[in-house]
């Protein structure tokens, strides 16, 4: 029997230096020590002038679809780390690329936000002066946060404001002003905020901080119909699977009035407010108060028994009648049963449910 052969390695002499070859593997380069490095070549970016790139960074940071977008931009190099944070360019971040997670939130991220509210962005001050007010309880900072946008005309701003003066929120039920939650939903309406024209026509047909105009109310919740459908068709949906009528009577292409469409798709903010009271749960709003039902809105009570509930089956509450209106038609409209009412609930209000619409009839 013949031994077993041993396997040979081979030294081969280049002159600059050795490189071991073994049968059956892969031959290593040899790489010479003595070897030039190449001059670096010059840097393009650096000849790029500094106003034409802060103009790509600003249409940059309004496009940006997520915050990654932007984050990657300054990742890098320096000089583009510099130039994107500049105040040019935050004030014109989209609300995507501040979609700050509730799971994420730092400090680092609060002074991100602020630094971008510094730079004049209404988004920025939208976004921090929600998760102010109502996450991190500083009530008076968070509504000044977003009085400085509603000041420059931002809808979202504005609405969130007329909420709070219809509720009260921050203060006691004393506190509440429907004639300045109308004027402020009014002008939010103005500017084509959907939740804003519905929530400004069930108070017009309600006769709600405002004299009742049942036909003015209908008018505007037609005009919020108009733009959701609107909406929903400029967003590039081909098939039309979502084009399903639930009444034989009514409005074939309006929501409220028979026609399914999709859910209006949650502003950052309000995605905040969900994830953040849903990973803490009830324990830091205090005992007996409540998140809105509505799954898009997020916004806590900030005191007892300060949103309204269903009459009908006393489960559900809503922070206003855009959000039950959303609601019902999406969710509660299959889950609403009638219970046995307490005599004794202290709610501040109740909804009625006439056909597809959800009113709100505020208590005597």
């Not at 230096?17 to 049968?23: A, E, R, S």
């Not at 009271?277 to 007996?288: I, N």
């Not at 959303?326 to 109740?350: F, S, T």
Request: some cysteine; charged content about 20%; proline content about 5%.
């Amino acid at each position: 029997m013949l031994p077993a052969g041993k396997t040979k390695r081979a030294v081969y002499s280049t002159g600059a230096g050795d490189c071991v070859f073994t049968p059956g593997s892969k031959r290593r380069r040899c790489v010479s020590s003595s070897s030039p490095i190449p001059p670096a070549g010059p840097d393009l970016l650096d000849s790029i002038p500094e106003d034409l790139v802060v103009s790509i960074l600003r249409r940059l940071a309004s496009t940006s679809r997520c915050p990654s977008d932007f984050v990657n931009v300054l990742m890098t190099c320096k000089r583009l780390n510099s130039l994107a944070t500049s105040p040019l360019v935050l004030s014109r971040l989209s609300r995507k690329a501040l979609a700050v997670k509730a799971l994420n939130w730092s400090e680092a991220a609060h002074r991100f936000l602020k630094r971008c509210v510094d730079a004049g962005n209404l988004e920025a001050c939208y976004t921090l002066g929600m998760i102010r007010f109502y996450c991190l309880q500083n009530r008076g900072n968070g509504a000044s946060l977003m009085a400085k946008a509603a000041i420059r005309s931002h809808a979202p701003s504005l609405y969130s404001l007329s909420v709070i003066q219809f509720n009260g929120s921050g203060g006691s039920k004393n506190d509440k002003d429907l004639r300045a939650g109308v004027a402020l939903c009014a002008r939010a309406a103005f500017f084509g905020h959907v939740d804003a024209l519905r929530e400004l026509g069930h108070c017009l047909q309600d006769g709600y901080g405002v004299p009742q105009n049942v036909s003015e109310g209908r008018r505007f919740l037609v005009q919020a119909n108009a733009r959701e459908l609107a909406a929903v068709l400029s967003s590039g949906i081909k098939s039309p699977s979502w084009l399903t009528f639930s009444q034989p009577h009514g409005c074939p292409l309006l929501s409220d009035f028979g026609c399914h469409v999709p859910a209006p798709e949650t502003h950052p903010a309000n995605r905040f407010l969900v994830d953040w009271f849903a990973a803490r749960g009830g324990d830091c709003l205090g005992d007996g108060m409540r998140v809105c039902s509505h799954g898009g809105c997020g916004r806590p009570e900030t005191r007892k028994h300060e949103f309204r509930r269903c009459s009908v089956c006393g489960v559900v509450n809503y922070c206003s009648r855009a959000c039950q209106a959303l609601d019902w038609k999406l969710r509660h409209k299959m889950d609403c049963a009638p219970v046995e009412q307490d005599g004794g609930d202290d709610g501040e209000g109740n909804v009625q449910v006439d056909g597809d619409n959800v009113l709100v009839v505020p208590m005597s």
